[in-house]
């Protein structure tokens, strides 16, 4: 497989690696919903089986450190559009500034969830042997149901986050070297579409497993 | 055969085997074509681990107590057999093999849309399925090859853990090949191959993307979830925890349902090549042919409760989807019907891949129509969880997916290699695969109906002479599996060079030479003829249709 410049062999035009690499993306954005969607219809049927404990375990997320971490995101989302716009448009420097802006609020975001875990720790509500939680044996259960799902779905979008935290790193020490240009900008357009998808993958979690109930 | 006898071709100096030598140049390859050649010989050794499973299963079943092993050991052979087989073999073999190799030759070009995602595909397949060979060899595997919770969360006593990690990551090869085609369909094809102009191999391909692309997330997740509720002791489908265990069951014939088109789809591209080659006659109603290819994958997905009639939904739903599983019978009786109709006033030669062919039609119709036993309501509650279910399935995945293989591995052996194999001894044994598989599970579905149920270890004595009669089947089946193997191996070194379209046949992948050299053309072909279209090639060197007597 040998390259000429930015553009691989087996490709004619540049425009047609653009166009493959692109869809590529879109394509594996559509199986990552598929992926999410397992775990949130699992999620849903569940809420909808014991309404009145998931409620009342849901109270027992902070949805201070929620509200901030949704906001971080947003912002972050904001930054990356910046990066591919400067991208576009050559303006490498700030290309560089916007990435390691997003890498920033991209720790933030990771920094808030490490303390938001450590709570439920010490408050004993991480599923397993130490899982306390007023009430019978039944609602104990259905408790720990929830906040598996919530470890086990804000867990696989931490883990999205962490990804996208070391593409970033990618991008910035690529574009250090000067590689994005107007003419060639393909990673820092997918990497982009890759951090808005797991943005909105929060944007969905929050109401769903912070603000569904509360009153 | 070929009428204007041609001048014998060379075989070509350089080609994509003698390109590079050494392990590395193997093991580090981004060209598809040797990427295609390490699937096939990682799917073959799966192949035959899961042959000796099912070997194992039939002697055990040879006497009604049970002639070979205990119940715990015969739980884990008729699991490991599925494993193997469904994960390992039927739904990686034809894409990862055949469209592996052909998708870029057919569609005019030099490689995927993303060699080294394709090279990853192959070590997450390997590394998956090294997992799951250590749970073989640890502890074996006694959940059934559907890891029906709680039964492989909690109770099991196998090696569960290492084997649903290993699905796991194997899913991941089979979503990066399903993306990896679908857009080296969008984005590669050469000047001129417009969408409909594209061979049917690869629009089943397409459609078989689709469906990798949208139902392997979801049993990842699934397997994800069950896996976890194993390790952490969680509740996600336990009942003791307030967890649903139907829940599961609906999460995984979501894709386990639609996999069952992954493994038949390709199998109807690579018939409908066939066909068209050895009846020397364009496929007939192409267009439909190919919206029959997408409203497998897309109904495909909305059958997938009827794994589940006896396992507790509601029965308006029940009705619902039995409705929705004959709806997915009618585009499979369409492309029945139609590869009939492309042979029907054609050249028809029976060579081997047509026998293959004439196997994979006849099979095919006897496993789909007793899909729609099982399909209604009624006949189903009766023979649910029976040996006709294994029989059913046996018809559509052996009969349908494996005769496709080897019908497909046959038509494009001389294109693979660059030499033809003997012909005179692949017939016999297309012969022989065919009898002895009708042998093996013809009396299954007879045993079923009257009321033997499936992964039971042992049965009435009332059932023995048809279980006799299974087994032996599957001793000539064996011969069926394995004489290929030795023809195929010796042809490399001593069978005729092929040349490049020894059929002949119409596709782009027999315009170039055999073995293709590396960049696949030497110059980009421009496509300026219809599909399948036979009377206007005279570079085939074929007599006109209407010459050699026909409409």
């Known amino acids: 497989m040998h390259r000429t410049g930015e553009l691989y062999g087996h490709f004619k035009t540049p425009g047609q690696q653009r166009e493959a690499a692109s869809l590529g993306m879109w394509v594996f954005l559509i199986t990552e919903i598929m992926f999410f969607g397992g775990i949130f219809l699992t999620y849903a049927i569940n809420r909808s089986m014991y309404p009145d404990i998931f409620a009342e375990a849901s109270r027992e997320l902070n949805v201070r450190m929620g509200g901030i971490n ?80 919530y470890f086990g779905m804000t867990g696989l979008h931490a883990l999205h986050m962490i990804v996208g935290a070391g593409l970033l790193l990618w991008l910035v020490k690529e574009s250090l070297r000067g590689r994005y240009t107007p003419q060639y900008n393909t990673p820092v357009e997918l990497v982009g579409l890759y951090w808005h998808f797991v943005d909105i993958i929060w944007i969905y979690l929050f109401p769903l497993l912070y603000l569904i109930d509360r009153h | ?91 990686p073999a034809i894409p990862a093999v055949l469209g592996n190799f052909l998708i870029p030759l057919m569609i005019g070009a030099k490689d995927l849309a993303f060699p080294r995602i394709n090279l990853l595909s192959w070590y997450l397949y390997m590394i998956g399925g ?49 993306l990896n085609f679908l857009v080296t369909i969008h984005t590669m094809r050469a000047p001129g191959m417009t969408w409909f102009r594209m061979p049917m191999f690869v629009w089943t391909h397409y459609a078989t993307s689709i469906i990798m ?37 609906h999460l995984f014939w979501f894709y386990s349902h639609p996999a069952v088109y992954i493994m038949i789809l390709p199998a109807m591209g690579v018939i409908s090549e066939i066909i068209t080659t050895f009846a020397r006659k364009p496929l007939f109603g192409y267009k ?83 899909g729609l036993f099982l399909g209604t309501l009624g006949t189903d509650i009766h023979i ?38 003997p012909e005179f001894v692949a017939r016999i044994s297309a012969i022989v695969l065919f009898v002895g598989f009708n042998m093996t599970f013809f009396p299954q579905f007879v045993m079923g109906y009257i009321g033997m149920p499936r992964r039971y270890h042992t049965y009435p004595p009332e059932f023995q002479v048809l279980n006799v009669l299974s087994t032996a089947g599957a001793s000539i089946l064996a011969i ?41 053309f ?23 249709a209407a010459d050699r007597g026909h409409k």
């Open chain 2, 130 to 178: 090294g997992l799951v060979l250590f749970s073989f060899l640890s502890g074996g595997l006694d959940t059934g090859w559907t890891f029906y919770t709680p039964l492989s969360s909690v109770y099991s006593n196998s090696a569960v853990a290492p084997a649903v990690l290993g699905i796991f990551i194997n899913g991941f090869s089979s979503i990066l090949t399903g």
């Open chain 2, 1 to 91: 055969m070929n009428a204007t006898a041609t001048k014998p071709e060379a075989f070509p100096e350089k080609h994509y085997v003698n390109a590079e030598y050494g392990i590395r140049s193997w093991l580090l390859t981004t060209d598809h074509k040797r990427i295609a050649l390490l699937y096939l010989v990682s799917v073959t050794g799966f192949f035959f681990i899961g042959g000796i499973f099912a070997a194992l299963i039939r002697i055990h079943l040879l006497t009604p107590a049970g002639y070979l092993v205990t119940p715990e050991t015969y739980n884990k052979l008729f699991t490991m057999h599925g494993v193997a087989m469904i994960f390992f073999f039927l739904i």
């Open chain 2, 384 to 421: 649910h969880d029976t040996m006709f279910v294994v029989a059913h399935f046996h018809y559509i995945m052996v009969g349908g997916a494996v005769f496709g293989y080897m019908g497909g591995l046959h038509l494009w052996w001389p294109k693979i290699s660059g030499r033809m194999y």
């Open chain 1, 70 to 149: 949704t906001a971080v995101l947003i912002a972050s989302s904001f930054t990356m559009a910046m990066a591919v716009w400067a991208s576009q448009t050559g303006k490498k420097k700030q290309l560089t500034l916007f990435l390691i802006l997003t890498l920033i609020l991209g720790s933030v975001f990771l920094g808030v969830k490490y303390f938001e875990y450590a709570e439920k720790f010490h408050h004993h509500l991480v599923p397993g042997r130490n899982f306390q939680f007023p009430g019978d044996v039944g609602s104990r259960a259905h408790a720990q149901l929830f906040f598996s799902l």
């Open chain 2, 288 to 370: 439909v042919m190919t919206a029959a290819s997408l409203a497998i994958a897309v109904v495909g997905f909305l059958v997938w409760t009827h794994h589940m009639f006896v396992a507790g939904q509601s029965t308006y739903a029940a009705l619902a989807f039995s409705l929705l599983t004959m709806l997915v019978a009618v585009p499979s009786a369409v492309k029945t019907f139609n590869w009939t109709a492309t042979m029907y006033k054609g050249s028809v030669s029976y060579d081997t891949p047509m026998l293959y062919a004439f196997g994979f039609i006849g099979l095919f119709l006897i496993g789909g129509l007793t």
């Open chain 2, 522 to 544: 030497a110059v980009t072909p421009e496509v300026t003829w219809e599909a399948y279209d036979f009377d206007n090639r005279p570079d085939l060197g074929l007599a006109r």
């Open chain 2, 480 to 520: 069926g599996y394995i004489v290929p193997i030795f023809y195929l191996l010796w042809s490399i070194r001593h069978g005729a060079i092929a040349g490049r379209n020894p059929w002949p046949s119409t596709g782009l992948e027999w315009q170039t030479a055999s073995p293709p050299p590396t960049e696949n």
């Open chain 2, 213 to 249: 692309i949208l139902g392997t997330p979801v049993v990842a997740t699934t397997l994800a979830l069950a896996g976890m509720e194993r390790l952490f002791h969680l509740g996600f489908f336990n009942p003791a925890l307030g967890g649903d265990p139907v829940l599961f069951q």
